[in-house]
C-alpha cells in the first residue's frame, strides 16, 4: 500500500505500538519489580531470623564445619522454607545442604559474597538447571561463616513470564485490530479525496454537470461545497463562453451577407478594369492592378 493512505495507516499503526510498548513495558516493569520485591523482603527477613535467631541459639561464637553439620541448624532452615543451603567457612569446603543447589557455590558472584563478608546482608537472583533461585547471603557474628539460602523463585518468575507472554500477545492482537480498523478509518477519511478525483476527471472530459455529495458538516462537507461552488462556476463560464462564440458567429455571418451585394459589384467592376488593362498608362494601369488584386482578396475572405 502506497502514497498517502499508506502513510497514514502506518503513522496510526505506528502510534498503537508504540503505546502498546510503553504501556506493556511499564506494567510489565511495574509487576515485575513488585512480586520480586515482595520475594526478596521475606527471603531477607527469613536471612535475618536463620543467622540472628536460629543460628545464633544452635551454634558456638567460632562453629566449625563438623558442629553446624550436626547441630541440626541446615535442617530447621529448611523446614522453616529454604530450598537449600550452603555455608562457606573459608579454610574448608563448604557445607551444601540440598541437592539443588550442588555446584552452586562457584556461581556465586565476588559482589555478593564481598557484601557478604563485611557484615551485610546481601542478595542475587541465580538460574540453576533452568530453575530460578534467589539467593541471599548474611554473616553469622563475629567471625563466621558465612551462610547463603537459596529460595524458589518459580512462584515469582513464572507469574511474570505468564504476565509478559500475556502482554505480548495483547499487543501482537492490539496491533492487528489497530491494523484492521486503521485501514477502514483511512478508506473512509479519504473516500472523498477518491470521490472528488474522479469528479474532477469527470469535469475534465466535459462533463460540467457533475457534482459532488454534501454528505456531512464537517470540513469535508465544506470542501465538496466549495467544490460545486466552482463546478457551477467554471459551468456557467464555459456557457458565457458558447453564448459569445455563437453571437460572434452570428455577427460574422451578418457581416459577410451585408458585404456580399457591394461586394459582387466591386467584383464587376474589378473584371471590367481587368480586361481593360492593356489598354491603359502605365501609371494607371498599376494602379489598376492593386485594386484587382485587393478586390478578389476582399472576395476571397467574406466567401
Known sequence: ????????????????????????????????????GQQQEAAIDQTNFN????????????????????????????????DGTIVDFGDVDPLVSGFAVAGAFDRLSPALRALVAGGRVGYERLVIGDKPFLVTGARLQPAGPDFYFFFDGTSTESPITTLG???????????AIALVAGGAVTRGLLRPVRQAGAAAERIAAGDLSTRLVVASG?????????????????AETVDDLRTAQARQRAFVADVSHELRTPLTALVQEAGLLRDHLAAMPPDARRAAELLVGDVARLRTLVD
Open 165 to 175: 507472554q500475556a502482554l505480548l500477545g495483547g499487543g501482537l492482537l492490539l496491533l
Open 218 to 234: 464537517d470540513e469535508f462537507g465544506a470542501w465538496a461545497a466549495s467544490f460545486n461552488r466552482m463546478a457551477a462556476s467554471l
Open 51 to 82: 543467622v540472628a535467631v536460629l543460628a545464633d541459639e544452635r551454634l558456638s561464637e567460632r562453629p566449625s564445619r563438623e558442629e553446624v553439620a550436626s547441630s541440626g541448624l541446615i535442617e530447621a532452615i529448611q523446614f522453616r522454607g529454604s
Open 1 to 36: 500500500m502506497r502514497g498517502f493512505r499508506g502513510r497514514l495507516l502506518a503513522t496510526v499503526v505506528g502510534l498503537v505500538a508504540l503505546t502498546s510498548l510503553v504501556l506493556g513495558l511499564g506494567a510489565y516493569l511495574s509487576v515485575a519489580a513488585s512480586l520480586r
